[in-house]
């Protein structure tokens, strides 16, 4: 199985639960994966989860994953495996926090 790769996707957008999360844009970093038996365009995927990011201004990155996995597996029906990693550099001084999710259909 060939997978599809997306990583450190780098880009500013509302997400969080905290006052000035919701306020102001943060830097975010996104790591992605497919596995599918079709053609998946990286270049549309990328411009996808971010328009949705910028769109939806999740509180959690939690609710921010399962949201894609279920749009990724039902946009790519043969999509058999998905892994998502958000994480935001800039909240604390001294590590990036986050959260993945990693599902086999």
Avoid: N
Avoid at 13 to 37: H, M, P, S
Avoid at 58 to 85: C, G, I, N, P, T
């Amino acid at each position: 199985m060939i997978k599809i790769l997306i990583e450190k996707l780098e880009f500013g957008t509302i997400i969080g639960t905290l006052d000035f999360e919701r306020k102001r844009e943060q830097r975010v970093w996104v790591w992605a994966k497919f596995g599918a038996e079709e053609f998946i365009d990286y270049a549309r995927v990328c411009e996808y989860i971010k328009a949705e990011l910028r769109e939806k201004k999740f509180r959690l990155v939690e609710d921010a994953l399962r949201y894609f996995a279920q749009e990724f597996h039902s946009k790519f029906r043969s999509m058999d495996y998905f892994y998502m990693k958000i994480l935001k550099p800039e909240i604390l001084q001294d590590a990036s926090v986050g959260a993945e999710i990693e599902i086999k259909f």
